[in-house]
């Protein structure tokens, strides 16, 4: 471990002399810094937003999966006795961990979004609701059918399963498309680097083939352009990273009203995901640099 650490010091700190090979200004320079720390900006949100996807799936899943709703569609004068009905048949159902009839005021507010606080449920045909919570076993949804059908023939069993599955494949699916994004802004910051080290290596090729004449081996000077650039990378990366969490902090909290748009923000020790991003910067920029340095050479000898 020791060992890690003195290289990576070492690296860090350099040859005061290989230094000189890399100009420590010029359009390369502000290239690479702006292009790591560009896409570690958004790689922030393409984290956040995977992140996000991923509790929404996992929350819309355990809520949805759980519950389930019995519709009462029935003349006026039997809506109450079938209700009574079928929560007597919930009661000896097994899988079915509690179960309650909504009263006028809990369906109200389910359908003032639709239409308003204002709505009177007497002036519209509104079938009465059951919330059926279950167990973690489940219950038997073809048997539950069977049942109210011969004895409520006005329960219609809604298992959530059409709006369930749809919902969790589409925020999966959103979780994925988060970290393919990730890769992609990954590999346009080593395409960038690649670039920006070509342009520095053909800049230089007279230092080059000076420090070859006095004795200068490939792998000093390709270090020497390996470290300039894959330093850059993680202060570009670094800064964008920390401009990115600045960012989300200004999102609006998670909310249940507010919906998904509420929550794209991180959680827990998810704060500390981004952190990994200058690291992972500088891990490309050295790959990339030290292969484009390579090249260059093998061109230049």
Do not use: C
């Not at 399963?161 to 890769?183: D, F, H, K, N």
Request: charged residues 15%; glycine residues 8%.
């Amino acid at each position: 471990m020791r060992s890690v650490v003195g290289n990576i010091r070492r690296f860090a700190l350099g040859d005061p002399q290989s230094n000189r090979v890399v100009p420590p200004s010029g359009f390369t320079a502000q290239l690479t810094f702006f292009a790591a720390g560009t896409m570690a900006f958004l790689a922030v949100f393409a984290m956040a937003l995977s992140l996000a996807s991923g509790r929404l799936a996992a929350r819309w899943g355990d809520e949805l999966a759980r519950s389930s709703t019995i519709r009462i569609v029935a003349p006026m004068d039997q809506r109450a006795a079938q209700t009574d009905a079928a929560l007597r048949i919930l009661e000896t159902t097994a899988g079915v961990a509690f179960a309650r009839a909504l009263d006028t005021e809990e369906q109200q507010d389910l359908l003032a979004p639709w239409f308003g606080p204002e709505l009177d449920l007497a002036t519209l045909p509104v079938p009465q609701l059951i919330e059926v919570i279950e167990e973690e076993t489940g219950f038997d949804a073809a048997g539950l059918r069977l049942r109210l059908a011969a004895e409520v023939p006005g329960a219609v069993l809604d298992d959530h399963t059409r709006w369930r599955e749809p919902l969790v494949q589409a925020a999966s699916r959103l979780r994925l498309l988060g970290w393919a994004s990730a890769i992609l802004l990954g590999v346009t910051t080593a395409v960038m680097v690649t670039l920006a080290a070509n342009a520095a290596l053909a800049a230089n090729a007279q230092v080059i083939a000076v420090l070859r004449l006095v004795g200068a081996t490939d792998r000093y000077i390709a270090q020497a352009f390996i470290r300039r650039f894959t330093l850059r990378a993680f202060g570009g990366a670094f800064v964008g990273s920390l401009l990115g969490l600045g960012a989300v902090l200004l999102l609006p909290a998670a909310s249940d009203t507010g919906g998904f748009l509420t929550g794209l923000g991180f959680q827990g020790w998810h704060w500390g995901l981004p952190l990994i991003i200058p690291v992972l910067a500088a891990a490309v920029a050295f790959i990339a640099t030290g292969a484009a340095a390579n090249r260059a050479l093998k061109r230049l000898a």
